[in-house]
């Protein structure tokens, strides 16, 4: 049985899900495969896997157009054919979409191809419908964003990883890190920070500007910061694996003050590897509070001054209060690519593949089970 992802591992070095999530299910008996063009359109599959389909907008014109025009084609002769169309809706808008309005176009149109619909919370399902309501249609299933686990290397020594940074003092620790885009909310940050009192704080910034205008308004901000007397350490560049770990080290707190986004697999991550996350207070990410049920995991509408040196005092003190071994076991990358299986498996039930009724539980069945109730 064959999934054609998109995308499947090519993504790796942005984000390891994808590769995690294809080699589970292959661990399961499926072949997950990324076709070029001509193939994409010449070998037939079971299930048609996509992920971020909006992105294909989040180019220049021409080739916006052309991408966009050659998934909705793959997708319509894979669907002729006889494949099922899955969407994992991560985020159900862009980040940063330059055409919103083409994109609610377009995204009609290909939820109109898809035959079934993934979500990595409940909250993430409501919010799709509402935008387009003919996914109340589908069958859907919930599967929880895993865990990156070996995908990311072990974090140097806190010592180790703020001298990386220039990290220096005794002062609680916030950041902003990854690729610093406008929905991330860096001035959000940085303007709460010009409202505190000089060094209550240290904030790191780490990660790369998507493009000059946004970097020159950050530099603004964090030049005048810094000569208010704030300390800010900044690193610029996109950061390898080993860097994220060692900046969620550096950290006593990281900020997530989203503007538009569902979900996180930077909270995720977080979560993980135990650095306390503060988050914009959407409604899957209240999911994501919830099921920690930790203090140092926290939603916020606000991201004012009071509460982030709050949080981050809090977190700088109680930081080894944050045990995240139930989280890590619950949202191994086993149970999100067995409950994928299996709703794939739902959508193709006439094939030898698919469900059967008299399958005895695995181990790992009903780990599932556990996972999902």
Known sequence: MIIHAYPARSNIAANPYNHLLSDGLEALGWQVREPAVGQAFAEPADIVHIHWPQAALNQPAAI??????????TLSAQRRRGAKIVWTAHNIDSH??????????????IAGLLDGLIVLSDASRDRA???YPQLARLPWKTV?????????????????????????????????????????????????????????????VAGRFPDADCRD?????????????????LHEGRLDNQEMVDALATCDALLLPYRNAMNSGLAILAIERETPVLMAANPALRELEREVGSPLVKTSARFDAPTIADFAAHAHEQRSALDSAAFRAERAIAASAALTDRFFRSLIPDSPFGLRDT???TPIDRAVEKTAA
């Not at 916006?64 to 084609?73: C, D």
């Not at 620790?173 to 240290?202: F, N």
């Not at 603004?220 to 300390?231: E, K, L, M, S, V």
């Open 96 to 109: 940063d979409s330059r055409r919103p309005r083409l994109e609610r176009l377009f995204m009609q149109q």
């Open 359 to 361: 399958d005895t539980p």
């Open 64 to 73: 916006a157009i052309r991408r966009a025009a050659r998934l909705f084609a």
């Open 217 to 233: 308004a950050a530099m603004r901000q964090i030049d005048g910061a810094r000569t208010a007397g704030h300390d800010v350490a």
């Open 144 to 204: 929880p964003h895993a865990i990156y686990g070996d995908a990311y290397p072990k974090a140097r020594t806190r010592d180790a990883a703020r001298t990386h940074f220039g990290v220096t003092g005794e002062r609680p620790v916030v950041g902003i890190v990854g690729d610093l885009k406008p929905y991330k909310g860096l001035d959000i940050v940085l303007r709460a920070l010009e409202d505190m009192r000089p060094r209550t704080v240290t904030a790191l």
């Open 129 to 131: 419908i509402k935008v």
